[in-house]
Antibody
C-alpha cells in the first residue's frame, strides 16, 4: 500500500525556519516526481514546490528563495526546508506523488507562523 | 498567471446529478484533474486527464473538457459525495507550474 506520512509541522515565529519531512513507502520512490502542496484551513490548495526524479526543483514566486525541496531516494524521504517564514505561510502542508496528476497524498502537517 | 475559476458552492438533492465547472482560458487544451476533499482529510483524485477515473472511483464520477470550461459530473449523488472539489491543471507558461481552482463545496440536500 502506498503511504506518504508528513511530519515536522509546528508553531514558529515570523522570520523563523522549519523543516518538514515526508516518509514514503509502498512504491518505488525514485521513479516519481514529488510535490508539496499547502492549504490554508478553509481555503483552496496552493502548489509549493516540486522535485523531479533527477533532483531538479521548481517553486512558485511566493516561496522561491525561502523554501528548498530535497529528496533522499535511499531513505525514501522528501524534505521541505522553509526559511524566513511569514504569517501567510500558515497552512496544512501535504506531500503528494505526481504521476501526471496527484494520485497519492499524505495526511498533511500543520505549520503555524505566529508571534 | 493562469487562473481557474470554480463556483464556491453547488447544491443537489440525493439521486440527482451534480455539475461542477472549472473555467480557464483555453482550458480545453490542457489536461484537467479533479480532487475530492472531505472535512479534515487529504484530497483524493477522482478524475484525471479530463475524464479518466482512478481505480476504486465509482463510475458515477465523470468529466469533460472543452473550450474554456471543464466539468466534473457526479451522477446519482449520494450523501457521501458531500465534499469540496478542486480542479487542477499543469501550466508550463506560468511560474506556478501547478494551478488549482478555488474549490467548490458540494452540498447534498
Amino acid at each position: 500500500e502506498v503511504q506518504l506520512v508528513e511530519s515536522g509541522g509546528d508553531l514558529v515565529q515570523p522570520g523563523g525556519s522549519l523543516r518538514l519531512s515526508c516518509a514514503a513507502s509502498g512504491f518505488t520512490f525514485n521513479n516519481y516526481d514529488m510535490h508539496w502542496v499547502r492549504q490554508v484551513p478553509g481555503k483552496g490548495l496552493e502548489w509549493v514546490s516540486a522535485i523531479g526524479i533527477r533532483g531538479d526543483t521548481y517553486y512558485p514566486d511566493s516561496v522561491k528563495g525561502r523554501f528548498t525541496v530535497s529528496r533522499e531516494n535511499v531513505k525514501k524521504s522528501l524534505v521541505l526546508q522553509m526559511n524566513s517564514l511569514r504569517a501567510g505561510d500558515t497552512a496544512v502542508y501535504y506531500c503528494a506523488r505526481w504521476a501526471g496528476s496527484y494520485d497519492k497524498w499524505g495526511q498533511g502537517t500543520l505549520v503555524t507562523v505566529s508571534s | 498567471s493562469y487562473v481557474l475559476t470554480q463556483p464556491p458552492s453547488v447544491s443537489v438533492a440525493p439521486g440527482q446529478t451534480a455539475t461542477i465547472t472549472c473555467g480557464g482560458n483555453y482550458i480545453g487544451s490542457k489536461n484537467v484533474h479533479w480532487y475530492q476533499q472531505k472535512p479534515g482529510q487529504a484530497p483524493v483524485l477522482v478524475v484525471y486527464n479530463d475524464s479518466d477515473r482512478p481505480s476504486g472511483i465509482p463510475e458515477r464520477f465523470s468529466g469533460s473538457n472543452s473550450g474554456d470550461t471543464a466539468t466534473l459530473i457526479i451522477s446519482r449523488v449520494e450523501a457521501g459525495d458531500e465534499a469540496d472539489y478542486h480542479c487542477q491543471v499543469w501550466d508550463y507558461n506560468s511560474d506556478r507550474l501547478v494551478v488549482f481552482g478555488g474549490g467548490t463545496k458540494l452540498t447534498v440536500l
